[in-house]
Nanobody, 126 residues
Framework: QVQLVDSGGGLVQAGGSLRLSCAAS????????MGWFRQAPGKEREFVVV????????YYTDSVKGRFTISRDNTKNTVYLQMNSLKPEDTAVYYC???????????????????WGRGTQVTVSS
């Protein structure tokens, strides 16, 4: 079991930056692949990025490549999402998610992640 607490959302103007954090407790943090998803009003929750447990390798959805950066600090049991050059279409509730490492595949479906944070609101004004 792992418990996730995500934070760091807020209101920012287009072009601005935010850094989200997700603190985990439970089993060794490096055992988990950590992902960020987001859900805009009236839309399905969508995959944003995932970072592998021990290798730190990453996979981004195309719409955030070059603007968002995921990182993790396994000594602090925390994963971060640095979001730069934010756009109004990035407005959503952002959720941290975790799954036990099970190989090199980058899991991108919501159903692949059994553990979730409560979400943090990101609003980008134009």
């Amino acid at each position: 079991q792992v418990q996730l607490v995500d934070s760091g959302g807020g209101l920012v103007q287009a072009g601005g930056s935010l850094r989200l954090s997700c603190a985990a407790s439970g089993r060794p943090f490096s055992s988990y692949d950590m992902g960020w998803f987001r859900q805009a009003p009236g839309k399905e929750r969508e995959f944003v990025v995932v970072i592998k447990g021990s290798s730190g390798s990453t996979y981004y959805t195309d719409s955030v490549k070059g603007r968002f950066t995921i990182s993790r600090d396994n000594t602090k049991n925390t994963v971060y999402l640095q979001m730069n050059s934010l756009k109004p279409e990035d407005t959503a509730v952002y959720y941290c998610a975790a799954r036990l490492y099970s190989g090199d595949y980058y899991y991108r479906s919501r159903s692949s992640y059994p553990y979730w944070g409560r979400g943090t609101q990101v609003t980008v004004s134009s």
